[in-house]
């Protein structure tokens, strides 16, 4: 019997037959083959290794492909006595790697990918041995399926199987470099509550292919798969791991490690137990801890029928810990004796600890497998790793950080909000003491390739961005006053005319009047989320573009000068999301996605105040003379609301909201004297409000109000909402009654607007749907219908006049002008 075996066959197929009870309806399904025939057969690959089947488990429809690609390897390996090729399979992401020791091969078969499972690992065969038995299963599929001897596959069999067949395995090739396997150690940190250690064999492996000469890099598993023994230290007390794959150990670790710390900070739990390369191991952390405490189990994944759990108990009168285990089989009363038996459980942990043992043994086992083959510094699953552990070092640094900061002197910036406070418009008579209201239409327009983003209604004129042009219209008459060509970028209205920022960080700033370039500038780009900015223009301040640049800064842009004035760092770990701004007088707001929250000078960049929070603020804070809300958490997670003084960063109260886990939709909305905030619930948005003052819960509605995506709104004591089914729902801010609901009628799915935000102006709640309609908001009263028109409201504009401006997706735009109304004078 050889030492290596393969056999390609077709796989056993049922006669597909023809009932009339399966016969479908008129017009359904296509006509099902007739009785007897059957399908193209799939194939099975079997390889045999000292008579074991050690591809049992695994399914392979392109066996012959398999094969194929097989005999390429094992041709490329004959000319040298030391070599490596990995044959990938087709329908799964299973590998099967050869490599050649002299006279000698070894084979080893496994899964790669996020869960990698070893079927067989350096099982020893006859290198010649080998090459024969894929030649005969090359002879024997081309003899078992003559009709497809002119296929490609076939074709390209019969070729590689004569240049297999005709050469010469030397036999008598030298073996001694399969010995060459010296032992590498990884040992334990004594300091550390949690080590790992690790003693295994390790060759310098063979690089696949010629990547050292090319400058190619791979992915190679099968150079990381050693196999040693592995011990574990925790607490003092040493846990035998028996037999194992190490990096295989470390890859689960760090990712349990990675997950347990990401649910900590979204407020959930965590559990998981799963075999980590011959090891179990299990991790379980809770939701409600403001330290994290996590349970680590661990042990040899396969037992010999005697194992035990072992738990450390805390001590519950001030004793010292007990140690208990149930053992099916007898007493234990030692955690040695325990340990050697089967599995254990430590409770009690920090979860910091952990993350610490699986960034310390990942790393120690890193520089250990590069010392032993310098070559592996280039493998790509390895990079991968050190990526990870880069960025799980990153996340456990940013959870840790202690940089609160509360500002102690606010008075400077206090003072100055409140001397710019937005004082009331000038405005005539409210739209809302009318009993009706009429829109006539004043002009259209088309824009093709119109981009709603960079579509701005500026004084007297409308600016409208495209694809390939920038145009400015007159607001009245629609009269177009200048054009421009412009690349398609991010636009931003500043006082000194309309900022493009272009995709390669190029700043170009257009008048108003002419459309002509004023002003260039140039940043790094932004390439991995959104850009985020906003304006200072307030007088007192300079006039600055607050933009993101690159993947973790802020930048000022001045815009007298187009000079850089301070650039902040908003991101230094591994986190770089999207970026949430929001300023008010002299300070900007910054919520980065992680655990802080950080008001920063908008004329120096220096960080005034922080705080932090165990979960992640995610969006950008609500701020009202006095108050600053932010919420924490809220993306399907734990969720708190935060009152924060806006000017000091001390913290007026905390409500956590409580209904876990939450997915908050939208920033918080100040009411009168409640402070409401729409979460997801499974049919619908439900409504929590608190008071505003000491954060005491005033109402949690028990049934959806409106679905989700709703715009609310708040009004005074009211929040409304504009729903995507085509409603409007009036809700009390204080008891979260319902006090009205209006329903437009039923719309498709294709012509709910882009954007549904109510617009209140003039004391009139401008409402897009399908047509624009105008609301009373305290009573929910309908003044007007603006329509119909051509035009969906995916944008809508209102200027001081109450003159309506639309704009639809498609490029259709029109304007419409309030008529004369009657007033009493007295």
Sequence with gaps: MRSFEIFVEPEPQRTMTWTPEAAPSAGGLPSPPRSGTRARPNEVLDLFIHGANVTARVAERHASCVLRDLASALTELIPSSRGKRIVRFYDDAWELCVERVGSSATLSVYRAGSEPTVLVYDRPVVFSEMCASVVDAIDATLARSPDDARGPVARELAEIRGALAGSTVDRDADDDDATDAPLVLVDLERDAPISFAAEFAMRAGAAEGTAAETGVERADLHALLVRGRMRAEVRGRSVELGEAYPFLFAERLLDLSRRALDAWERGQPFFTRMDAGGVMLGLRSNADEELPRAALTLGPSRGDGHRSALSLVPPSDGGSSLLRADARRGGISTAESATRRGTATFPELSL?????????????????????????????????????????????????????????????????????????????????????????????????????????????????????????????????????????????????????????????????????????????????GPSAGAVVSSAGLPRLLIVTEGERHLVAIDLTSGEARWRYLWSSGCRSGALRLKRAGKLLYVASGDSALTAVDVQTGAVVWRMRDRLRFVAAPTVDHEALFAIAGGSSSAAALHAVDPFSGESAWTARLLSTPNSVEGPPLLAASSVCVAVRARRGLRLAGFHRETGEQLFETETPVAPVGTSWLAVDDLLVGNTPTGELVGVDASTGAIRYRHTFGRTVESDVPRRLEPVLRSGALFVPHVDVHVFRPSDGAHLAQIGPCDAIPDLLRVDERCDVYVAEESGHMAAFGVGPRLSLVK
Excluded: M
């Design 352 to 528: 910091f600890d952990v993350v610490e043992s699986a960034l310390a043994f990942g790393r120690a086992l890193v520089r250990a497998i590069v010392r032993r083959d310098r070559a592996q510094g280039t493998n790509l699953r390895l990079a991968a790793f050190r990526r990870d552990l880069r960025a799980t070092g990153d996340a456990l640094r940013e959870v840790r950080r202690q940089d609160s900061r509360i500002n102690p002197a606010p008075e400077s910036y206090r003072a100055f909000a409140e001397s710019r406070r937005a004082r009331p418009a000038e405005e005539g008579a409210p739209l809302s003491s009318a009993a009706r209201l009429r829109y006539t239409q004043r002009w259209q327009a088309l824009v093709p390739g119109i981009d709603l983003r960079a579509t701005f209604l500026c004084g007297d004129r409308l600016i409208i961005g495209s694809a390939a042009e920038t145009f400015c219209l007159e607001r009245t008459t629609g009269e177009l006053l200048w054009r421009k060509s412009t690349p398609r970028a991010a636009s931003v209205v500043t006082p000194a005319g309309v900022a493009r920022i272009g995709s390669d960080g190029a700043i170009a700033l257009h008048d108003f009047a002419t459309g002509d370039v004023t002003l260039r500038a140039w940043i790094a780009p932004r390439v991995s």
